[in-house]
């Protein structure tokens, strides 16, 4: 157990996603249960520039494990970017006391996480928090299953009321990098094509799949696509292209937006959560650093940041060719 | 108790809505309790031209009152709107031995009935399916207070992410000609302000109260939008406009869509459709016609279809005050 | 507008109920629009008595309009019911210079308020707060359309499983000496039988009901049954008697409880809250006191505290006759 | 790929669980694919016995991936226990044509099916269906993780009203062998303590740990019980007992029942099924038999039944302590 943790400082950086809170929680008793003490840092790496920290005891977390959000609140920082603004950051965590960071962010958070420490000898540890799922290192991001939820009951809504109009719906999700969304809840959704960054299908396989669709019976239909897809049309692109090849269908739009950060966390994810937020701090205090906390074969397990920066998630193939198997 | 009626037809016609299955289902199982025959039509009008009939007895609507969408389905039947059309629709009808129909929709569905009542003597009662309520004779639509709960809780969702990056967002709901859904739900959702069709607040309104709702120390806003508010610029242009003139916050747009339309039906919209169902069949059986049922005073009340065509229905302007002041 | 009126202290009694929080919101919001004063009482009446007083602005009450539960806490107090009791508390009322005060509970809550501003000339205004919808003088109390969502989503769950093996199932909502409850979601959850405190049918009726279910092709079936309902069996009784006298149904038995109590409040519930609250607030400014705000006709209404306590919410007879009519 | 298998069968059997209809949908769409026939076998081995098949192809299985139980219904059946029973059964099978069995359930069903495999050379693969996630050879059975969810949002609710009136609450989940409901539920719950079967704390702990939050200044407090925990009181009877040796609390007790086993399955829960599906069909078609497919380290495995029967899923210990931790 390393001696020279006293004070841990938390914080949320970048998008938003549900479960941060029960991260943050599970850090900030994690902490408590090995009588350490930990401040929270409100609005990520600005709040640290200015010096703003909340002391954060066992209680001060009660009622937070089931809301959407983060009560530490995020932003995005140019001034962290800065070495003169890390310099800032820096001295006020002196100031504060603060010995070791966790960081409860995407990739972005990670990379400042890692020069900062370089930097200073700060010891830090990451928390994959993004619905995105986009990081190395970790099976499940938090707020990922949940989003994952979201998305899959707006889809059973809309195809409510496309099958009921006989209509095709686009219907764009979150996912500029990665498909993992789009792929899960297309095969959830029971779309009948799914559109992502790592595979261009082509238009003409999209009307293709579209005519066969039509030709075997159904009615309606609804193709998921990611913000990132690389079919080089966004959604309302799509749709017009669509209308002007197939007469057959009358075409909506629906673009889900931020709705999809929000709400509060599922099952999952505020256990996976509580279960990082342990092991970053333990971690910490073995005297470890520059680690993400991730799930692997379902077991919380380390990967250097670095590594989680660089690594790529891959998209699921087996996954990709049930969806596939699936609109037969 | 009229003689005459032995077979009933129903339909869904115009924009879905949660709970027209439970209506459907409830003409079904009240033209059952008074054996009396009772077929679906599909696609509306268009189906009943196409002669597109189902013959239904109360098993065939087991498990559907929780559906959202409509089995019968809708579609929107130009060929109706002409003489030609009609009369071919009601040679269907005479064929499959209807005599009497229920129609379940909106304004447009109303009109079709009353001018093909008028035209064939054949009796009609209309129930109001639609998630505007912006018909005339009825306190509560179908769907209407679904599409509420469904918008409230997407708007909780966006509150999460609104209030961790202290950002505003315009969120546009359904309402071409009534603020009704953007009303409720903007005080449900706990709205700085809402703009409907029936007030037009004007853009320096709009400016002035996003700054006192800064000043009194609110991080984050929420603006709810009706498609068819009078301020004369969409959600992305509003977004534009602040930007332009506010650089206190950061602005983000969601359209909510047609996932408005879709979704299990609350408690609300399953009880009303089933008690609509009894009323609109039994007073069919009492030889009334050419009315519309409707919630009034929370009891079941007739209204002629011409009054529920011409009529409007008036925004709340206890609720419009009652919103200004939680804004305090 | 009373002149004598500056200081409003809000407090929730009774069994908690969802959209007690967007009451107190409310209440204390529309103080603060007419630069009143607002104190919250914690613990109802109990709190009174230690004088636990919390000042409210228009801030303290951000975020809990979609909150379950009520931030005021709620207990009974039978130190209340004393007439030292009612002294020691208006000894801290006045201490504190609280001048009125808003009761949201049900019908104990108003009986208190009733007597104590009898005693003391304390001008009070009761606001209706309960899942059970028992109360005269209003068509809705706040938290019931949300208990009346919360319970037809369960018992949707339990049809999945019922259908799945064929079952019969006895479920037991809240409803000690009103049937509301388990008449709607009765209705609305496609229910055969639904047995309320306000009409005993009698077990061979109910055997009757079962047996012609069964003999008309279903194979599964749900009875709703109130706590409070006249049968002379509980729900455990109940289904050992049916057990005895029908081979044809495996019978389970689910007792919904205290969760139907909790939950995010619906759209309907925040926005009548919020009406509720705006409504108690003016009218004890306008010098009225000993009402309870009700909604009558869609409007917000007053009813003397004496007949909201006396009256009695009666069954709604037409819903009754759709709930057999729905089950043919 | 087999040359012998021209048909397959699938059933399901057991307890019912979300996802199983999604389960049946991607076996059913797999065949379509490969083009093999299909037949649903209604209500398990039970109406295998009976000859009850449903000739499935991927246009049956629209619109139930999104649908709680079994559209096939299960029954256990004793016929199928005994040697007579499975012989009908067999020449049942060989009347249809059925070539294969896939079997959607737990280990009883599991059992049946190699048993049956073994006597009559028929091909069988098994997919784990059931809310508890006691089998061994996936981490995931179908069903659990929506388990997890409903489960969660339940206690969400009871904890709004137990905060509400400062109570102690014993809430008891499923789980009769297995800890796995209960200890996720807890941490995710925020449970103050849990009661599963593979650890018996003792009563003295339980008194112990109740102190211990009372005096940590929580005023309210959620136990979490399994069914089959090994405490030897039911959770009644624990009320009884905390009733009698603690004064501090007001103790309530909510049984969830079988609302648990139903509801719209997660996405999680669909993907699963579909992976789980489409290896069951083309394991099967390689020529493999008496497997269980499952989840292991995120990807598609295969366990001998026989393994899979025997085999105990173990509850997670990581779990267990973060579960401590976070009571700090």
Redesign the interface.
């Known amino acids: 157990m390393s001696e020279t943790i006293k004070k841990i400082g938390v914080l ?1 950086s970048g998008g ?1 996603a ?1 479960g ?1 809170n029960a991260g943050i ?2 850090v900030v ?2 902490c ?2 090995h009588n350490i003490e930990c401040v929270g840092i409100v609005q990520g790496y600005q709040g640290m520039i200015r010096g703003e920290f909340i002391p954060m005891d ?2 001060s977390v ?2 937070i ?6 009560i530490l ?3 995005r920082s140019k001034d962290f970017m800065t070495k003169e603004g890390r310099k800032v950051a820096y001295d006020q965590l002196k100031k504060e006391g603060v010995d070791a960071l966790v960081v409860i962010g995407g990739d972005g958070s990670f990379t400042g996480a890692m020069v900062f420490s370089a930097e200073y000898d700060m010891p830090v540890m990451g928390i994959p928090g993004t619905i995105d799922n986009d990081i190395f290192g970790t ?1 499940h991001t938090l707020g990922y ?1 949940t989003a ?5 009951e ?1 889809i ?11 209509r095709l ?1 686009f219907v764009e999700v979150m996912g500029r990098d990665a498909g993992h969304i789009a792929l ?2 297309g ?4 779309a009948e094509e799914v559109l992502i960054p790592e595979e261009n299908l082509g238009l003409d396989r999209l009307l293709e799949s579209l005519h066969r669709s039509k030709a ?3 009615s309606s239909s609804i193709v998921v696509v990611a913000e990132g897809d690389k079919i080089g049309k966004n959604v309302f692109e799509l749709k017009d292209y669509v209308d002007e090849h197939m007469s057959e269908y009358e075409v ?4 889900l ?3 999809q ?4 966390p ?3 994810d ?2 996976l959560a ?2 990082m937020g ?1 092991k970053a701090v333990e971690s910490l205090l073995e005297g470890k650093s520059n680690f993400m906390v991730g799930l692997l ?4 397990s380390l990967t250097p940041l670095e590594q989680a920066i660089k690594g790529q998630s891959k998209i699921n193939l ?2 990709l ?2 969806s596939d ?2 609109t ?1």
């Open positions: 949320t938003d549900p941060m929680r599970s008793r994690t408590a249960f066992a209680r009660k009622g494990i089931n809301k959407g959000g983060t609140k995020t932003a099976t299953d994952l939820n979201t998305v899959v707006v059973d809504k809309i195809r409510d009321t496309a099958s009921s109009h006989d719906f899960n809840v095969v959830a959704g029971g075997s019976g159904k909506r739009v629906s673009v937006g931020h709705m950060r929000g709400g509060s599922s099952c999952f505020r256990v509580s279960r342990v074969n379902d077991v919380m087996e996954l060719r049930v198997i699936m037969t």
